[in-house]
């Protein structure tokens, strides 16, 4: 596991649709790779090792993937932003992922067209 990264710049919010955060899922080298939990976009380039194309988690690279996340699965089904309907144990585990990026890569915008359900928790 990483440790905690303790160069983070101050957060950012600048505004991003899921449309526009799908250019930044790896596939173009010329750009950053971004991964968006409950709206939060962090900025995970420098572990292209696991967020690249083919890599294991590229499945979130590119969107808000927040439902996967807290289900803890690689489906690419699962991988949407709208985690409404998460129990409270996976609610948790899409919490402590928020909190592990949080500490260890920048935030470089915030989703702002989520579905209604995903904006209001």
């Known amino acids: 596991m990483q440790a905690e990264n303790s160069e983070l710049a101050p957060p950012r919010d600048d505004p991003f649709t899921l ?3 799908k250019e ?12 968006a939990i409950k709206g939060d976009i962090f900025d995970v380039t420098k ?17 808000d993937g927040s439902r996967g996340l807290g289900m803890s699965s ?33 935030i470089v915008g915030r989703v702002v067209d989520l579905p209604q359900p995903a904006a209001a928790q």
């Open 19 to 21: 449309e526009e955060l």
């Open 24 to 35: 930044f899922d790896g596939s173009d080298a010329k750009k950053p790779i971004y991964v």
């Open 47 to 63: 572990k292209g090792d696991m967020y690249g194309p083919g890599k294991s988690y590229n499945i979130f690279a590119g969107k």
């Open 74 to 106: 690689l489906k690419d089904e699962d991988a949407v932003a709208d985690y409404s309907t998460l129990p409270e144990s996976e609610l948790k585990v899409l919490n402590d992922w928020h909190a592990f990026f949080s500490k260890r890569y920048n």
